[in-house]
Structures are given as structure tokens and as C-alpha cells.
């Protein structure tokens, strides 16, 4: 019942920063899986992969009716990142969970300070 409770908890607090920030699965969902569930870094990666898809869809509708999509320019970001995520996914499996935990913090914190330095400046 606790990891049921954790679980919705976490999907409602990344549902929440997803359609505030465009963020939430990475940067939420797989830190709470690792570290409260105890799941792998590979396992928590493919989960977050799945659960953008139906994150994504909510958004998209609530930001389509505002009109605040703009279609082609996704469709040339989708073409990149499916490509990206191909290739990425193809070799990740041979990272080991360690060294894969270190490049996803590196840049979870490399990203943090640019935002925080760009805002900052404006």
C-alpha cells in the first residue's frame, strides 16, 4: 500500500511540474523510483519514457486549445529526438547503473545552474 501511495503521490507531483515546468518524469519520477523503490537507473529510464507519453498527451491538449503548439516545429524536434532516443536507447543497456546515475546527475545540475545564470541575466 505505501509504495501504491508513493507511486501516485510522485506521478501527481511530476503530472504537476510536467505541465508547469515541461519537466517531471526525468527529473522526479526517476530519482523517487531509484531511490524509494528501489528500482534500477535502466528500469526507472523506460518507465519515465512510458509514462511521458500519456503526460505529454494532457498537456498538449490543454496547450493546443490555448493554441500554444506550435505543430511544425515539433514535428522537426520529434524527428530528432526519435532518432536521438533510438540510438541512445540502443547502447544504454552496456552503461553501467553507477556510471549512468553520475551523467544523469551531472546533468540535472549542469542544466539547474545555466537556468539559474540565464535567469538571473534577464
Do not use: E
Request: a positive charge; charged letters at 5%; one cysteine or more.
Amino acid at each position: 500500500m505505501t509504495i501504491i501511495l508513493i507511486t501516485l503521490l510522485a506521478g501527481l507531483v511530476a503530472g504537476i511540474l510536467s505541465g508547469l515546468l515541461g519537466v517531471g518524469g526525468g527529473l522526479l519520477l526517476i530519482p523517487i523510483m531509484i531511490f524509494l523503490l528501489g528500482m534500477s537507473q535502466h528500469a526507472a529510464q523506460g518507465i519515465s519514457l512510458l509514462v511521458i507519453i500519456p503526460t505529454a498527451m494532457a498537456g498538449i491538449w490543454q496547450l493546443h486549445k490555448a493554441k500554444m503548439v506550435n505543430y511544425n516545429l515539433a514535428l522537426y524536434l520529434a524527428c530528432g529526438s526519435i532518432l536521438g532516443a533510438l540510438i541512445s536507447s540502443t547502447f544504454v543497456q552496456y552503461i553501467p547503473a553507477a556510471q549512468l546515475k553520475l551523467i544523469f546527475g551531472v546533468f540535472v545540475i549542469i542544466m539547474g545552474i545555466r537556468t539559474i545564470l540565464k535567469t538571473l541575466k534577464s
